[in-house]
């Protein structure tokens, strides 16, 4: 008995070499406009689609399968509907073949006009995959160009597609349609929050060894309509990136962005900073950056927000152990030292390139969505609140502390001399307990610095902790009930203290 086959595909590669295996193979193709030209002209025997239907392609192509006859030929329960099908004479198909017009490329353009966008949206092709894939119990719904292989290997062996590959094919193609819709809303500005229903457009670029833990699996999902983030870094030299190294680069790229004015340099370690710098090269501030907290460095992952050039990949060689490097770009010879560590995974991003406009945080069985935490806060918006104002030199320092502590994982102390982390506590239960380890971290180098907490300080004691080591300045958002305490304090110790008004929680 004849088998039918619909195909109809934009990305026409390799489509013809799979329609003169199903001619071979006992299979009727019926196609559409340019999909059946392609295929007649490469020797494949083709019906129209209109020849079955005896309607033509109308509205300039827009209304080309969205006919009874298709649908019933995709639609039906060959049992069930035995009178409607001999009836209407509808062709049975047994497989179709579809992929749809290239939405995504075209979205991607910035200045990609509606119109062009409208006119690459597909309906009849998600039509078509729609009701193949609900009636994967009879069809089986190819979408994608690496299943041709499959077919044709359960063809040969089976003398069809066997059910559980049709189940398999129908699953991928509701993805591919619920993809291509996301991409569609998301491209027109669909406000999350003002919609009630979320779809996110991911598609996986490449695998990962495993996941947090080598005992656990691990994938990444790039964003479809972004060119930016570390998904779209290149890997100049080193291993595959891990699980962990994206989450660590990402704490870098998260950082830097709060850094655009100098060059800057971040350690990180577990996503969160062991230091932070900004100087007058790069290679001076990841000097910096790594004096903060050189021990809990190794193994850490460096994040440079300009050209590494020799001065730094120098430094960078010297650094023991390292992870991962990224930067916007590598001199020639800068990077012909680094490739040198043969283990050291290099990657070339834009870190400004970008920015997202909202966080998202995967929670069970729920999604939290945010607007981005921005820096928006200035010199003018600072409160002085205490008898002494910041000398100019604590202001420089106290500025560069408000933006390095909003990086760094809640609870969060840290210390700054210049503008450069000199000790971190980060990660804590307790403020007065991320206060200790900051000056811990920073030993002597307490002395003349300033310090910085995320969040209001509730009790005198973290501020204590850092005017007993040495702190000259403090500044946090203020809003406590015990304002007026720690206030008390810092003016005991000369302290001067600014209020923000604005906290940066981490989490």
Not at 146 to 152: A, C, I, L, P, R
Not at 159 to 183: H, M, N, Q
Not at 200 to 219: A, D, T, V
Not at 236 to 243: A, D, E, I, N, Y
């Given at each position: 008995m004849m088998k039918n086959a619909l195909i109809t595909t934009f990305d026409k590669k390799d489509v013809d070499i799979l329609a003169q295996f199903l001619v071979d193979n006992g299979f009727r193709i019926f196609s559409t406009g340019g999909t059946a030209k392609f295929l007649e002209d490469r020797g494949v025997e083709v019906t129209l689609i209109k020849d079955i239907t005896e309607y033509p392609s109308i509205l300039s192509g827009r209304v080309k399968t969205l006919h009874p006859t298709i649908f019933g030929g995709i639609l039906a329960d060959r049992e069930r509907h035995k009178d409607e099908i001999k009836r209407y004479n509808l062709p049975?198909?047994?497989?179709?073949?579809?992929?749809?017009?290239?939405?995504?490329?075209?979205?991607?353009?910035?200045?990609?006009?509606?119109?062009?966008?409208?006119?690459?949206?597909?309906?009849?092709?998600?039509?078509?995959?729609?009701?193949?894939?609900?009636?994967?119990?009879?069809?089986?719904?190819?979408?994608?160009?690496?299943?041709?292989?499959?077919?044709?290997?359960?063809?040969?062996?089976?003398?069809?597609?066997?059910?559980?590959?049709?189940?398999?094919?129908?699953?991928?193609?509701?993805?591919?349609?619920?993809?291509?819709?996301?991409?569609?809303?998301?491209?027109?500005?669909?406000?999350?929050?003002?919609?009630?229903?979320?779809?996110?457009?991911?598609?996986?670029?490449?695998?990962?060894?495993?996941?947090?833990?080598?005992?656990?699996?691990?994938?990444?999902?790039?964003?479809?309509?972004?060119?930016?983030?570390?998904?779209?870094?290149?890997?100049?030299?080193?291993?595959?990136?891990?699980?962990?190294?994206?989450?660590?680069?990402?704490?870098?790229?998260?950082?830097?962005?709060?850094?655009?004015?100098?060059?800057?340099?971040?350690?990180?370690?577990?996503?969160?900073?062991?230091?932070i710098a900004t100087a007058e090269t790069i290679g001076k501030a990841y000097e910096l950056a790594l004096a903060s907290d050189p021990l809990s460095a190794f193994g850490g992952i460096v994040g440079l927000n300009r050209r590494v050039d020799m001065e730094c990949a120098e430094l960078l060689h010297k650094t023991h152990f390292l992870e991962c490097i990224v930067a916007p770009d590598y001199t020639d010879e800068a990077l012909e030292l680094m490739k040198k560590k043969k283990n050291r995974r290099i990657i070339k991003l834009d870190v400004y390139k970008n920015i997202p406009e909202f966080d998202c945080k995967m929670v069970s069985d729920g999604l939290l969505v945010q607007s981005r935490d921005r820096l928006e806060e200035k010199r003018e918006d600072f409160r002085i609140v205490t008898d002494r104002a910041p000398t100019e030199d604590e202001w420089e320092s106290l500025l560069f502390a408000w933006r390095a502590v909003k990086s760094v994982k809640s609870n969060s102390v840290l210390l700054v001399k210049g503008t450069a982390t000199v000790g971190i506590g980060g990660g804590q239960t307790s403020r007065v307990d991320a206060a200790k380890i900051a000056v811990d971290k920073a030993g002597d180098r307490a002395k003349g610095s300033v310090a910085a907490s995320d969040a209001f300080i509730p009790f005198p004691d973290a501020l204590e902790v850092c005017a007993e080591a040495g702190a000259t300045a403090v500044i946090q958002p203020g809003g406590s009930k015990g304002d007026p305490q720690a206030i008390e304090a810092a003016n005991r110790y000369n302290i001067a203290m600014l209020f923000t008004g604005r906290r940066h929680f981490r989490h």
């Open positions: 049975l198909f047994d497989i179709v073949i579809v992929n749809l017009y290239p939405f995504e490329e075209v979205a991607k353009v910035a200045d990609a006009s509606p119109a062009e966008l409208i006119e690459n949206i597909d309906i009849g092709g998600v039509a078509l995959i729609r009701a193949a894939a609900k009636n994967f119990s009879r069809v089986a719904v190819v979408v994608d160009k690496n299943d041709y292989e499959t077919v044709k290997e359960s063809i040969e062996e089976f003398g069809e597609v066997p059910y559980e590959s049709r189940k398999r094919l129908a699953i991928k193609a509701f993805a591919y349609t619920s993809y291509y819709d996301s991409l569609i809303s998301h491209r027109f500005g669909l406000d999350l929050f003002e919609e009630e229903y979320l779809t996110l457009p991911f598609k996986k670029p490449f695998p990962l060894r495993y996941g947090e833990n080598p005992h656990q699996s691990g994938l990444l999902f790039k964003s479809a309509l972004s060119d930016s983030g570390i998904p779209q870094g290149e890997i100049l030299s080193g291993k595959p990136l891990s699980f962990n190294n994206i989450r660590d680069l990402d704490g870098a790229l998260i950082t830097l962005r709060d850094f655009p004015d100098a060059p800057c340099a971040v350690v990180l370690k577990h996503s969160t900073p062991c230091g």
